[in-house]
Nanobody, 123 residues
Framework: QEQLVESGGGLVQAGGSLRLSCVPSGRTFSSFAMGWFRQAPGKERVFVAAISWSTGRTYYADSVKGRFTISRDNAKNTVYLQMNSLKPEDTAVYYC????????????????WGQGSQVTVSS
């Protein structure tokens, strides 16, 4: 079972930026997908963004397109979520996730989850 260690998050004013990082460990396969989900208070966890580790192709929820960017650094074995133009409605716990494919990751709950990082956007 993979382990996902997150860092980043915090408190920012609306319009500001934050970056989340996630490092997977225990993974030996070269083809997999990583991404981010978020859970706002009182709501379900929802898909935010995903990236294919082998191709680098990215996918986003409509609510974050044009504002968030997911990327990976193969040398550092790290995936990032750069969040710009943050809005109060982006406030949530953000989870790093991993699964075999982007389709599996984005259409159902992924099999591996990080510990979660709080992102709070004040108005």
């Amino acid at each position: 079972q993979e382990q996902l260690v997150e860092s980043g998050g915090g408190l920012v004013q609306a319009g500001g930026s934050l970056r989340l990082s996630c490092v997977p460990s225990g993974r030996t396969f070269s083809s997999f997908a990583m991404g981010w989900f978020r859970q706002a208070p009182g709501k379900e966890r929802v898909f935010v963004a995903a990236i294919s580790w082998s191709t680098g192709r990215t996918y986003y929820a409509d609510s974050v397109k044009g504002r968030f960017t997911i990327s990976r650094d193969n040398a550092k074995n790290t995936v990032y979520l750069q969040m710009n133009s943050l809005k109060p409605e982006d406030t949530a716990v953000y989870y790093c996730v991993l699964d075999d494919t982007v389709t599996a990751l984005s259409t159902s709950l992924p099999r591996s989850w990080g510990q979660g990082s709080q992102v709070t956007v004040s108005s």
